[in-house]
């Protein structure tokens, strides 16, 4: 029985994906190589540290740990100097009323994001009172598709992961909410979400009774 959704939150709230991307594009300048938004792909859902390391082999340089740290901050700034421009017009289609309909029906909503920006990016979208749980990169050790950051989440809310379910946008997320033993919607292409149980393009296409219905489905 549904009692949670846990959402991630760039590509499923907001589409920041652009911004990680045009942040890391100055890295690779500074570093000399080509970065594509093929390549920006695989860091969908990637903490930022693990998304250092794939720009790292990408462009064939090494850094060590300090350099590390400061060229994660560096790019981090950057990043940070976009969000800032974000408001609530940036919130993804249909994502208001999926969330308005959530809370009138008293099922719990989550934030599972590995994103250590989430809880400004919330503020500024003005949707943080929505959330009776914010799991985030700073409150985790196992990036994605390690299950931890959502099981927290389920944890906090006092759910069973049976009776959650994830919304992903990133692969290694739709991963990690199998291996946590969620249900998940993936948000996207159903090439790349596959293994989600059911896959939406953005949440226009969704309504609560379509999302029970489905996941009921699954479940007899
Ligand atoms: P930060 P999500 C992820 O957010 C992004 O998809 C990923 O591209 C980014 O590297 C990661 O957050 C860390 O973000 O540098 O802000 O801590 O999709 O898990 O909400
Ligand atoms: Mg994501």
């Avoid at 790019?75 to 009323?97: A, H, M, Q, W």
Wanted: proline share 3%.
């Amino acid at each position: 029985m549904m009692k949670a959704c846990l959402f991630d939150l760039d590509g499923v709230l907001v589409d920041t994906a652009i911004y990680h991307f045009r942040a890391w594009g100055e890295l690779a300048q500074k570093y000399n190589f080509e970065f594509t938004e093929e390549h920006n792909e695989k860091l969908k859902g990637v903490s930022r540290m693990d998304s250092l390391e794939i720009l790292m082999k990408l462009g064939s340089f090494g850094l060590n740990h300090e350099q590390k740290l400061k060229e994660a901050s560096w790019k981090n700034e950057i990043y940070c100097s976009y969000i800032e421009t974000l408001t609530p017009n940036d919130i993804l289609p249909g994502v208001k009323e999926f969330l308005d309909a959530l809370k009138v029906s008293g099922i719990g909503i989550a934030l599972g994001s590995a994103s250590k920006n989430a809880p400004s990016i919330l503020e500024r979208l003005e949707i943080t009172s929505y959330f009776d749980a914010i799991i985030d990169g700073n409150q985790v050790s196992n990036a994605k598709p390690d299950p931890e950051v959502f099981l927290k989440g389920a944890e906090q809310l006092g759910v069973a992961p049976s009776d959650c379910i994830v919304f992903e946008d990133a692969e290694a997320g739709v991963e990690a909410a199998i291996r946590g033993g969620m249900k998940c919607v993936g948000v996207g292409s159903p090439e790349v979400l596959a293994r989600a149980d059911m896959v939406i393009s953005n949440f226009n296409e969704l309504s609560l009774d379509i999302l029970i219905t489905k996941m009921d489905r699954e479940v007899a």
